[in-house]
């Protein structure tokens, strides 16, 4: 083969990301569509791997004929590189120059990064080495193959039911499972593997930046993975900005469950827990001497008027039907809210929260420090603390009573109560 030299001109090549097919076969379809309306696509037979190559061989100046066994290389770069497949084809008929000869290098070598052919050739009657002709020749995409490389776009409107009206229709029909979209992350930080994103303006209008639908038994219609094991990771994360919006909803429209989580994992919100207390529920303690002269009287309006007939000092409870968890979740106690009026010259002396552990006694969670509330005008004050204590057991709100005299008309009254919790 000294003194040949060889011309390849890629008339075309179509490279669509592990999916390719012979521009031949391609053409003959694109003439049986020609009737079909612009933008609509039938479904096909799936691609292979293989796409046509066709060039043109000159031998000692003039165009070359005859049998010739080529050598392909495929590679990353002009030169140097990595060597990503070799395909041989021997006995390729030469006429005029022209040959035409199908390359198959398997799927994952065209990610839609740029590739070369290096070449190699000898008469097809030799069983030598390959004489390779230099430079190698880059592949080049058709126009509508570059919709698909890294980067691309594919914009429009989209009117066929069929394909749902999508811009971008993908489907695996695999009998063992797979993926329809397959979107895969290497590279750190806040990277996305599909992103989706509606930006639709229209008044009510529905949009959705990922839809999951699954019409099988036992399907999903999304689902999130995260795989690492440590770290805040998530599997589905939804986020809003309206005050009317919701970051995750599940819908069931046969009665059966909307949402539903199960493992050793917990449900957790960010978001406070409140509880309201029955202020009809407060009791007196029967072992303290004073409690023996407390009356209650429950008034309609949803308070409770407490008075002594025979000292000024009384010690109440109140039960708080709380919660140790919430969907798993241990919970705190940030505050308490209370709303009271007193007459003239009595007041609450002390507020305090204690809960009931699991040995004998109470455990404080929250006290005002003996702090005095004497409006005479219907009034609500809060207890907080900055660090809200773990609830282990039943809470119980404490309310130290001091009386101006004894009898109904020295009265605190006790209306709504309110305990948040936190996880």
Not at 87 to 92: A, G, L, R
Not at 251 to 269: E, H
């Amino acid at each position: 083969m000294k003194g040949k030299s060889l011309l390849l001109i890629v008339f075309s090549l179509l490279l669509v990301l592990g999916l390719g097919g012979g521009i031949g076969g391609l053409w003959e379809e694109a003439k049986a569509k020609e009737s079909e309306a612009p933008g609509q696509v039938a479904l096909l037979t799936t691609l292979g791997t293989t796409f046509t190559y066709q060039g043109r061989l000159m031998d000692g100046g003039s165009p070359a004929n005859g049998q010739y066994d080529f050598e392909f290389k495929l590679y990353d770069a002009a030169s140097g590189g990595t060597l990503l497949g070799t395909v041989i084809k021997e006995d390729v008929t030469v006429t005029d120059g022209l040959f035409t000869v199908q390359l198959d290098f398997g799927a994952g070598v065209f990610t839609g990064d740029a590739r070369w052919l290096e070449i190699g050739v000898r008469p097809g009657s030799s069983i030598g080495a390959f004489t390779t002709l230099t430079p190698r020749q880059e592949l080049t995409a058709t126009p509508y193959a570059l919709s698909l490389r890294p980067g691309a776009q594919v914009v429009g409107s989209v009117s066929d039911a069929s394909l749902h009206y999508a811009a971008l229709y993908a489907e695996n029909s695999a009998p063992l499972g797979g993926y329809g979209v397959y979107g895969l992350v290497t590279a750190g930080g806040a990277a996305t593997g599909v992103y989706g994103y509606a930006n639709s303006t229209a008044p009510g209008g529905v949009t959705f930046g990922i839809s999951g639908r699954s019409d099988t038994g036992a399907g999903t219609g999304v689902e999130g993975y995260a795989s690492h094991t440590t770290g805040s990771t998530r599997g589905v994360i939804g986020q809003v900005f309206s005050p009317n919006g919701y970051g995750v909803q599940g819908i069931n429209n046969a009665g059966g469950v909307a949402i539903y989580a199960s493992g050793s994992g917990i449900i957790k919100s960010v978001a406070e827990t409140r509880l309201a207390i029955n202020p009809f529920e407060i009791e007196a303690t029967s072992h303290i001497a004073a409690n023996s002269g407390l009356r209650f009287l429950h008034h309609w309006g949803g308070w409770n008027e407490i008075w002594n007939d025979t000292h000024t000092q009384g010690i109440i409870y109140v039960p708080v039907h709380n919660f140790i968890t919430l969907f798993g979740s241990p919970q705190k106690l940030k505050s308490l809210e209370v709303c009271y009026e007193v007459t003239s010259g009595s007041y609450i002396w002390n507020t305090a929260v204690y809960h009931i552990g699991s040995t004998k006694g109470y455990t404080t969670l929250l006290n005002d420090s003996m702090t005095i509330r004497n409006s005479t005008t219907w009034t609500c004050y809060a207890v907080t603390t900055p660090s809200p204590a773990l609830i282990d057991g039943p809470m119980l709100v404490y309310f130290n009573l001091i009386f101006a005299g004894t009898g109904s008309s020295h009265k605190i009254t006790i209306g709504r109560m309110v305990a948040t919790l936190v996880e």
